[in-house]
């Protein structure tokens, strides 16, 4: 069952306008799972839970800072390594 349009008449009584489409001058009446499901979009778009985006930031800070810690290791290994260099005496 789709959300109705439902109005007050000027006699007080609720008038329904049919299903919803966007432009209800009045009050939309909805299932409970319509509801709940209109809840969980809501919540999409909000703010974060602090904890978890604090977790989030420093998981992925931490692999990219691990990552170019990693990536300098081999690098200053490589050339340590490195033939091409020749010895002063």
């Known amino acids: ?3 109705l349009c439902i109005v007050v008449d ?3 009584r609720l008038v329904s ?3 919803f489409t966007g432009d209800c001058t009045g009050y939309v009446l909805m299932t409970p799972a319509d509801f709940a499901g ?3 979009v809501a919540q999409l778009f909000g703010w974060p839970d602090p904890v978890a985006f604090g977790a989030a930031f420093t998981t992925a ?3 990219v800072l691990g990552c170019a810690v990693v990536a300098h ?3 200053s290994l490589a050339g340590f390594f490195d033939t091409n260099r020749e010895e002063e005496l």
């Open 17 to 19: 306008q049919g299903e």
């Open 38 to 40: 209109s809840m969980t």
């Open 73 to 75: 290791t081999i690098g």
């Open 10 to 12: 000027e006699t007080g």
């Open 1 to 3: 069952m789709l959300p």
């Open 61 to 63: 800070f931490g692999v």
